[in-house]
């Protein structure tokens, strides 16, 4: 499910999106206290030299073993188009992470082909604001971007030129072709909305498994287990949830009444939350669910139908949402016809 704040980005961003540093979500479900965490990877022996394996190629450009491994340690919630269900086996990720890094080359190529390019400063700018908004130092940054997965900062930089780049391809290529009319926003008001005057409130709860800012890919994957293994007690073992709630809830603003989210419109939640949570019937648990916060695991427990009381919010709303079908459908349609004429080898 594409990110609602991705189109919105694409269409309010100057020229060069600042693609490292994603728009605001319209609201989070809970904040989570995220400590720092260190390290874990281990040293090589002395005398030895990791050396970078190739795990596709796209064209003349290498996909490698490193870049894999980092990927598949991100959160998602960027500015990745298209998302996709979390996977649960370690190869199912490998192979769907190695899948978009396919299709970020490919978007690459395109952009190189166009000539876009991102000059030095921008990418100094975007850095330097992803670091303040870290309320991080230099070196404290330094130690984040190693964390990640990043050899060396001159490393980050080029993976946030590339990024940037991306977003600018995107926008220039999708983005000018979205068609919104003020008739098909009515039509979706009408059917859905009672023509403006009546909207959906969920109630529900869920357990948050937290990932911190700069958790590194090993610490990702614990997480993304952990998540499933909670998954499993409440909805296969069928343990209380509350009983579970206890021991995998991260959420510290919900964790006394485990989990509760209370009354919520849609609009009002990160959009993969919304989408999976209105997606699900009374009593139905979803499987893990990713979002910039962590890994969700959440239940629906009943809907309710209440006046509108902000009709602009609600258009607002409802043209994001067509935005976000029509650019799936382009830029799906598009990846097909790149991925048709490209020479792609994979090598896992």
């Not at 720092?36 to 996909?63: M, S």
């Not at 340690?73 to 192979?95: F, I, M, Y």
């Not at 490393?155 to 098909?184: F, N, P, S, W």
């Not at 009672?194 to 994957?221: C, K, W, Y």
Request: hydrophobic share 40%; with cysteine.
């Amino acid at each position: 499910m594409l990110k609602l704040t991705f189109v919105l980005a694409l269409l309010a961003l100057p020229a060069v999106a600042l693609a490292a540093d994603p728009a605001p979500k319209p609201a989070e479900p809970a904040k989570v206290q995220k400590p720092a965490l260190p390290v874990r990877r281990a040293a090589l022996p002395q005398g030895y030299h990791e050396v970078d394996g190739v795990v596709a190629t796209v064209g003349d450009t290498a996909i490698l073993q490193s870049e894999l491994r980092r990927a598949m340690g991100q959160t998602r919630g960027g500015n990745d188009p298209v998302q996709s269900a979390e996977p649960r086996s370690l190869e199912a990720l490998r192979k769907q992470t190695l899948d978009t890094l396919i299709d970020n080359a490919l978007v690459a190529k395109a952009a190189k082909d166009m000539g876009l390019v991102v000059s030095d400063g921008e990418v100094d700018g975007q850095i330097d604001q992803t670091r303040k908004r870290m309320h991080k130092t230099a070196d404290e940054f330094e130690d984040i971007v190693r964390n990640m997965g990043f050899a060396t900062v001159p490393a980050y930089r080029q993976h946030v030129r590339a990024e940037m780049v991306r977003v600018q391809m995107l926008r220039a290529k999708i983005a000018g072709k979205l068609r919104v009319t003020d008739d098909e926003v009515k039509r979706i008001i009408d059917q859905e909305y009672a023509g403006g005057q009546f909207e959906d409130e969920v109630h529900s709860r869920h357990m948050l498994i937290g990932v911190p800012d700069d958790a590194n890919p090993q610490r990702v994957t614990e997480l993304r287990d952990r998540a499933w293994h909670c998954y499993d007690d409440v909805a296969v073992h069928k343990k209380p949830w509350d009983e579970v709630a206890d021991d995998c809830n991260d959420d510290s603003a919900t964790s006394e009444g485990h989990g509760d989210l209370g009354w919520q419109k849609r609009w009002t939640l990160d959009p993969t939350f919304g989408a999976k949570l209105w997606a699900l019937q009374p009593g139905e648990i979803s499987t893990v669910v990713q979002t910039p916060y962590g890994f969700h695991i959440i239940q629906f427990l009943e809907r309710r139908r209440v006046p509108v009381k902000d009709k602009e919010v609600l258009d607002q709303f409802v043209r994001a949402r067509l935005q976000e079908e029509q650019f799936t459908k382009l830029y799906k349609s598009w990846l097909d016809e790149m991925r048709s004429s490209a020479h792609i080898d994979v090598r896992l």
